[in-house]
């Protein structure tokens, strides 16, 4: 009985023979071309993966050119994926931004005043104002937090509101 070369391969049957005959040799291929890192066994599982997605069009005499073209490339692609994931692992962020350098410096300049004000203030308008604004605490917390009533807080917190928007102009908090 004649054997047909020219069948495709979608026989089942016929595909793990191929399996079985090529498996071993594609993996140790890929391996030695490549080493491990790279995981020889799973590139060599979807190179026969695609073989048979395309097993209408190749023909067994064609399977073992196949499998390791397409192993090949695909360890090949991989390399490239992994010099690209290399080359932006090393390079370090960028600090860009949109802000224009003068509204940075001026920024910076208001930054720098409101903290000589806040130092200026009293210990008790301070915590107090900080408490409330920074913080997001209210009047009665702070009051319970501080041992004072609530009156002395909202009068410590207007109090150092009104201080710096006397020494920062347009000074706007919520």
Aim: net charge positive; glycine share 2%.
């Amino acid at each position: 009985m004649k054997k047909d070369l020219h069948l495709n391969i979608c026989n089942e049957t016929l595909f793990e023979n191929i399996y079985n005959k090529y498996i071993k040799n594609l993996q140790d291929f890929l391996y030695y071309r490549y080493g491990e890192n790279l995981n020889p066994a799973d590139k060599a599982q979807d190179a026969f993966a695609k073989l048979w997605e395309n097993c209408s069009k190749v023909t067994s005499d064609k399977a073992k050119s196949f499998l390791f073209t397409t192993a090949n490339n695909l360890m090949l692609n991989e390399v490239k994926h992994q010099k690209v994931v290399l080359k932006y692992k090393n390079e370090s962020p960028k600090q860009y931004t949109n802000e224009n350098p003068e509204f940075i410096l001026e920024k910076e300049q208001y930054l720098k005043k409101y903290q000589e004000v806040l130092s200026k203030l009293s210990e008790e308008q301070r915590t107090a104002f900080l408490l409330n604004k920074v913080e997001g605490k209210k009047h009665q917390e702070i009051a319970d937090l501080l041992g004072v009533t609530k009156k002395v807080v909202e009068y410590r917190i207007y109090s150092a509101f009104d201080q710096l928007k006397k020494e920062l102009e347009n000074f706007k908090i919520k």
